[in-house]
């Protein structure tokens, strides 16, 4: 049968019936010219009518076929097999429900791979070095950019710099918060025990004292008690220090440099 059109334009049957040119079922699908005259030429779809001039036409029914290939190529089925499916003796529903069960089935598999990679990003996001903006997250005012560039000058070339350096470079933000977690307890167990009335050199404030040793030994470097004298001398002697302690309990520095003496001469 023929029909009157031209190269560019869609023709029409007797009955006023659309057809297309392969150039405008193209532009209507997104289906390059290419990719039509490829599924002509292996018998996947070929058009089924031609102009009066011989130009071959595409029906409605040919555009319902090709909706069904761009479907199941979108699910990456091989040609043959959807050639075989739209071949066989299935109605149009059926092709319906089979592509739908197909989708749903890559609609499962992409929601697992979705978590997966949320997983992994997870992972990633949480062994990373912590950055500067989340150290000041975390300790609040106690992490001053002026306190960090200051001790790395007057520390660097010691070998406890060095080594902690070395350890924290690692250090995830989950790591910092934990370090946080255990230096507002040993402080909380310092203040309970001055607020009782114990003396600096009882068993509770000394216990602080050797936990307060234990976290910059594990966490740091190498702190012996001899080590750990001095940094309690440093608590009451640099004034920033007096007063990050006397902040949250009065005389609170004193005390803890007082139960770090103690502690020393406990274990000596």
């Not at 699908?29 to 130009?55: C, E, K, N």
Request: hydrophobic letters at 35%; glycine letters at 6%; one cysteine or more.
């Amino acid at each position: 049968m023929t029909v009157s059109s031209t190269a560019d334009d869609p023709g029409t049957t007797g009955s006023g019936a659309t057809t297309w040119t392969v150039g405008r079922l193209a532009d209507r699908t997104g289906v390059t010219v290419r990719t039509l005259h490829h599924y002509d030429q292996i018998g996947l779809l070929s058009p089924t009518m031609r102009t009066a001039a011989g130009y071959r036409l595409y029906t409605e029914a040919d555009r319902e076929r090709l909706a069904r290939i761009v479907v199941y190529r979108r699910l990456e089925m091989p040609l043959d097999e959807i050639a075989a499916l739209l071949d066989g003796d299935d109605d149009p529903v059926d092709h319906l429900r089979r592509q739908r069960d197909a989708v749903m089935s890559r609609l499962d598999e992409l929601t697992d791979l979705v978590a997966a990679i949320d997983r992994a990003m997870e992972r990633e996001m949480t062994q990373r070095p912590v950055t500067e903006a989340e150290m000041r997250e975390i300790f609040g005012h106690g992490f001053k950019d002026e306190y960090q560039v200051e001790a790395e000058e007057r520390w660097r070339d010691t070998d406890a710099w060095k080594q902690s350096a070395e350890r924290t470079a690692r250090y995830t933000k989950a790591d910092w918060e934990q370090v946080k977690a255990e230096t507002d307890a040993i402080n909380a167990a310092f203040i309970a025990a001055k607020r009782s009335g114990e003396p600096a050199t009882g068993e509770a404030a000394m216990n602080a004292a050797e936990q307060a040793r234990r976290q910059i030994d594990d966490r740091f470097y190498d702190c012996s008690h001899e080590f750990h004298t001095c940094l309690g001398e440093m608590y009451v002697s640099d004034p920033r220090f007096t007063a990050s302690y006397d902040e949250m309990e009065p005389g609170l520095a004193r005390y803890v440099r007082d139960a770090i003496v103690a502690n020393a001469q406990r274990h000596g």
